[in-house]
């Protein structure tokens, strides 16, 4: 790769606050906090059957805003954009595999219900979310993502790249849809063996976008070679492997933490179910 345009190491382009802390992101951040609390506390009272965010709910749910925020806001966003790869992927992997599912559980059942609730939504949602579509849906998007034509041509629009994202992060949603939607009427949610089996398909199908960019053997995407140099040791091809690392470990470590968890549920029914009728603690409805 002749054309390694670096430029030396610039102060001067490094963003200004604006660049590196965008208050809008801020603004809408600080809004949906707004719309979520006074939905689910104060005015939940104005729906049937609607009762107020639990305390873990709302933990998760300011845990979400925390990473969307630094996903989107914070200097992750700029200098993964600017300058590295890496950073680039860190903030994919919050958005794709860290933010869906604590969205997903911070939301009360009644609240999701009524936001799918118009028939066009209801469709579309089913249809996103059958296990099947979602894994093959999210993985195959996010695939075609990163080969480089299509990447290099999202990274020089704006319009493009936010629109990819923004579908790549809905259908992130669909693909965690059956392990942890909290619809108790949902066709789509899948339980024990089901669930653990679609969770390591999920982790397979994502594999080779990952190991294409950490055992390409030359650097892929135009758009961060000619990247500005940022640190004296940056390295394109360097760089790219350890994006590919990083995903990969995120995705890892997420779809790790919720088969644990998942495994831990499944363990604790099994006891309860051992247990003589007399003996049952109330079971909640799975």
């Known amino acids: ?29 600080l809004l949906l906090a707004i719309v979520y609390f006074a939905i689910t506390g104060p005015w939940h009272k104005r729906f049937a059957d609607a009762t107020p965010s639990t305390t873990k709910q709302r933990w998760l749910f ?13 200097p992750i966003q700029y200098y993964g954009h600017h300058y590295l790869f890496s950073v680039h992927m860190l903030q994919q992997s919050i958005l794709y595999f860290a933010l869906p599912p604590l969205v997903l559980l911070a939301m009360p059942e009644w609240l999701l219900e009524r936001i799918f ?56 949603f669909g693909m965690w849809w059956p392990i942890v939607s909290p619809l108790s009427d949902n066709k789509h949610q899948l339980a024990g063996l089901k669930k653990v ?54 995705q890892e470590a997420v779809y790790g933490s919720v088969l644990a968890y998942v495994f831990y549920n499944w363990y604790k029914r099994e006891k309860q179910d051992d247990l003589p009728m007399e003996q049952h603690p109330v079971l909640e409805k799975s």
């Open 62 to 74: 300011v845990s979400a805003l925390i990473l969307f925020y630094a996903a989107e806001g914070s």
């Open 197 to 250: 089996a679609y969770i390591f398909a999920n982790g397979v199908l994502i594999t080779p976008a990952c190991a294409l960019i950490i055992f390409a053997n030359e650097p892929l995407y135009q758009h961060y070679i000619n990247a500005p140099v940022m640190f004296l040791w940056q390295d394109p091809f360097g760089d790219q492997r350890l994006g590919g690392i990083i995903m990969k470990l995120m």
């Open 1 to 29: 790769m002749g054309n390694h345009q670096h430029h030396q190491h610039d102060m001067a382009g490094m963003g200004s606050f604006f660049d590196l802390w965008s208050p809008g992101v801020l603004l809408i951040t």
């Open 117 to 172: 609730r118009p028939k066009p939504l209801r469709v579309l949602l089913n249809g996103m979310t059958h296990p099947l579509v979602a894994a093959l849906l999210f993985n195959s998007l996010f695939s075609f993502y990163h080969m480089p034509f299509i990447f290099d041509g999202a990274m020089a629009n704006h319009t493009l790249m936010s629109v990819y994202h923004f579908i790549l992060v809905a259908t992130a």
